[in-house]
């Protein structure tokens, strides 16, 4: 089966850089569409940024600039870069894959991400 297990949430100040990992299995990144999304307190769960098989990318325009997503497919990882981290971005991450075969879209369990001001 499908797992994704992110890791490198915390709590950080606004303007300081975390980089996350999703660490796949049962799923090859390098030939499905990965993503990461985040959801804040009160709000629905957005995209953040997303890297297709083909290697193109897409980010949400809040983080163009400061976030770079990619993917090592030797180790089946996708990571999220996140610098000149701001409050604003405070969220649960969350890494998702779309597994093409089946149509079918996983997602990890969450990490917490705090950014104080």
């Known amino acids: 089966q499908v797992q994704l297990v992110e890791s490198g949430g915390g709590l950080v100040q606004t303007g300081e850089s975390l980089r996350l990992s999703c660490a796949a299995s049962?799923?090859?990144?390098?030939?499905?569409?990965m993503g990461w999304y985040r959801q804040a307190p009160g709000k629905q769960r957005e995209l953040v940024a997303a890297?297709?098989?083909?290697?193109?990318?897409n980010y949400a325009d809040s983080v163009k600039g400061r976030f770079t997503i990619s993917r090592d497919n030797a180790k089946n990882t996708v990571y999220l870069q996140m610098n000149s981290l701001k409050p604003e971005d405070t969220a649960v991450y969350y890494c998702?894959?779309?597994?093409?075969?089946?149509?079918?879209?996983?997602w990890g369990q969450g990490t917490q991400i705090t950014v104080s001001s």
């Open positions: 998702n894959g779309y597994l093409r075969r089946l149509g079918v879209h996983y």
């Open positions: 049962g799923i090859i990144v390098a030939i499905n569409t």
């Open positions: 890297i297709t098989g083909g290697g193109s990318t």
